[in-house]
T-cell receptor, first 112, second 114 residues
């Protein structure tokens, strides 16, 4: 089966850098995705790592290491609007339909 | 382009009552997903459609939940009868086709079962 673990809460100050980790146990997956969800809002896609290494999209970067069963989301130059929940997710290879398995989510609080 | 639309946004019912949720995906998206998100948890897939066919309903409690996607566009998810543990946000998502990593989510329907 698949399981993904994330810290439940992270707090950081405006302008700082924060890293949200995701460790997983899975028999095989296509890649690691990250979604952002503001309170009461819809999850929105942030980034995707199909291969090991770092992917950068503006202030956000995501990293994957399949050998370590580990990934992370890095947020730089934190802004108040970054306060939200962040979910890592994988698409298992056994499921050709595109089903995503989500982690429990990390609630990020950005303080002034 | 218009996003995924869902209605109603909020619903309060008593246990054993029935409820239905509606979803209109992004135009042209063949794949539609229904997720259940319990407070403090990540979304969990209930059912996935490819056009008007079911691809995965392995985690759908079929004794009380049903879903359909007639004509391969809009979809409805029904719960009958509802239980207290069904209190959650029901999210609809769509993607261009199965296997795309980017899924586009609607705002969800917050259901409270009393």
């Amino acid at each position: 089966g698949q399981s993904l673990e994330q810290p439940s809460e992270v707090t950081a100050v405006e302008g700082a850098i924060v890293q949200i980790n995701c460790t997983y146990q899975t028999s095989g997956f296509y890649g690691l995705s990250w979604y952002q969800q503001h309170d009461g809002g819809a999850p929105t896609f942030l980034s995707y790592n199909a291969l090991d290494g770092l992917e950068e999209t503006g202030r956000f970067s995501s990293f994957l290491s399949r050998s370590d069963s580990y990934g992370y989301l890095l947020l730089q130059e934190l802004q108040m609007k970054d306060s939200a929940s962040y979910f890592c997710a994988v698409r298992p290879v056994y499921n050709q339909g595109g089903k995503l398995i989500f982690g429990q989510g990390t609630e990020l609080s950005v303080k002034p | 382009e218009a996003g995924v639309a869902q209605s109603p946004r909020y619903k309060i019912i008593e246990k054993r009552q029935s409820v239905a949720f509606w979803c209109n995906p992004i135009s042209g998206h063949a794949t539609l997903y229904w997720y259940q998100q319990i407070l403090g948890q990540g979304p969990k897939l209930l059912i996935q459609f490819q056009n008007n066919g079911v691809v995965d309903d392995s985690q759908l409690p079929k004794d009380r939940f049903s879903a359909e996607r007639l004509k391969g566009v809009d979809s409805t998810l029904k719960i009958q009868p509802a239980k207290l543990e069904d209190s959650a946000v029901y999210l609809c998502a769509s993607s261009l086709f199965s296997g795309r990593e980017t899924q586009y989510f609607g705002p969800g329907t917050r259901l409270l079962v009393l």
